[in-house]
Every structure is written in structure tokens, then in C-alpha cells.
């Protein structure tokens, strides 16, 4: 059975103050993982997909990377508007469905 | 591009009835999905439809069931709902290709009292 779990649950960081999130994974057949941003009251927004062992992608302040065991999102010089629950999730070889973990909430003060 | 609409936004509803909900896939996406997101905890997959033929289902009993239509759009029906129903309910559409991202709406909260 797939497991995702994500830590820490909820990180408060100062403007400015880079940090990583944590996920680890256990799954038959990685198809892809993939990290959501989450705003209250909102459905996930996609971020990255990553396929395999070694591969990193960036968008504007957020890079995430993936080893065979772990994906780290790592935040650099984050701003409150980076405020969010960050989810992660794998798809296995079997099929689309995702299975999530519980999230990272995310707090930027300035 | 039209992204997933859902619909309703919020619902309350009485244990023991019965619901349905609504989603519009994103133009261009031939897959659907239902998740069920309690408060605090991350999304939990209840099905897929391809081809208006469900392909996949999660740990939901059969009293979740669902429909894709042939423009791609979907229903989730609960019937009998129970207190735990309580959740936000995210649709996600999707290409089938291997390592497809998934779109999701914004959901419907629905509070069942």
C-alpha cells in the first residue's frame, strides 16, 4: 500500500528565512510525485511533477527535488504570500490516482 | 482555458440523505476524479471515471457512486450520509498519460448535520 507522510505538519518562518519541506514515500512502481499548493478554501493548485530519482524542478522561490525515498520542497527567501498548505502526493504504475500526504502548513510572517 | 468548476460551493444536508455533486471537467481532459478532503488532513481518493466507465476506486463504500457524461462532466452521489460525510469534495480532471498531472476545482464543503 502507497504511504506518503510529510513533515513537519506546520512551519512558521520569518520573510526571507529559507527552509525544506519533507516528504517520504512508499510506493510500488513511482509514476510520478507530485507537489500542490493548498490556499483555505481552495482546491490544490499543481506546482511540479517529478518522474525519477536525481530530477529537480524550479518555479520562482520554490525547488523541489526527489531521491528514491524522499522529495524535499525547499523555499528560498519566501515572502507571506508564499502562505499555503503544501501537499505532496505519488501516482503509481497502476494507474492516475494520487495518494497525499497530510501536508505542511506553512506560515511566512513578515 | 476553463479550468474544473465545481458546484455547489457549500451544502448542508441532513444524515440519512442523500447528495449530489457536480463538476465540469478542464476543456481538453478525458479523465475525472473525486476526492474527499477532511479538515486538517490531505485529499483521500474515492474514484475515476475514463470514458464515463469507472476505472478505479478507493476504501469508499458503494453508497459513494458516480457518473461521467459524454462532454467530460461528472456527479458524485452519496446516499445515506452520515456525520463523517462531513468533508470538502475536490474533482480533478486530467489527461490519462503516464505521470499527468491533475487539476482540481475548488471544491463543495458539505456539512452534514
Known amino acids: 500500500e502507497d504511504q506518503v507522510t510529510q513533515s513537519p505538519e506546520a512551519l512558521r518562518l520569518q520573510e526571507g528565512e529559507s527552509s525544506s519541506l519533507n516528504c517520504s514515500y512508499t510506493?510500488?512502481?513511482?509514476?510520478?510525485l507530485f507537489w500542490y499548493r493548498q490556499d483555505p478554501g481552495k482546491g490544490p493548485e499543481f506546482l511540479f511533477t517529478?518522474?525519477?530519482a536525481g530530477e529537480e524542478k524550479e518555479k520562482e522561490r520554490l525547488k523541489a527535488t526527489l531521491t528514491k525515498k524522499e522529495s524535499f520542497l525547499h523555499i528560498t527567501a519566501p515572502k507571506p504570500e508564499d502562505s499555503a498548505t503544501y501537499l505532496c502526493?505519488?501516482?503509481?504504475?497502476?494507474?492516475?490516482?494520487?495518494?497525499f500526504g497530510g501536508g505542511t502548513r506553512l506560515m511566512v510572517k513578515p | 482555458e476553463t479550468g474544473v468548476t465545481q458546484s455547489p460551493t457549500h451544502l448542508i444536508k441532513t444524515r440519512g440523505q442523500q447528495v449530489t455533486l457536480r463538476c465540469s471537467s478542464q476543456?481538453?481532459?478525458?479523465?475525472v476524479s473525486w476526492y474527499q478532503q477532511a479538515l486538517g488532513q490531505g485529499p483521500q481518493f474515492i474514484f475515476q471515471?475514463?470514458?464515463?466507465?469507472?476505472?478505479g476506486r478507493g476504501n469508499f463504500p458503494p453508497r459513494f457512486s458516480g457518473l461521467q457524461f459524454p462532454n467530460y462532466s461528472s456527479e458524485l452521489n452519496v446516499n445515506a450520509l452520515e456525520l463523517d460525510d462531513s468533508a470538502l469534495y475536490l474533482c480533478?480532471?486530467?489527461?490519462?498519460?503516464?505521470?499527468?498531472?491533475?487539476?482540481f476545482g475548488n471544491g463543495t464543503r458539505l456539512t452534514v448535520t
Open positions: 517529478l518522474y525519477s
Open positions: 476543456s481538453g481532459h478525458n479523465t
Open positions: 480533478a480532471s486530467s489527461w490519462t498519460g503516464e505521470g499527468a498531472p491533475l487539476h
Open positions: 471515471y475514463y470514458r464515463e466507465e469507472e476505472n
Open positions: 510506493v510500488s512502481g513511482l509514476r510520478g
Open positions: 502526493a505519488v501516482q503509481h504504475d497502476a494507474g492516475n490516482m494520487l495518494t
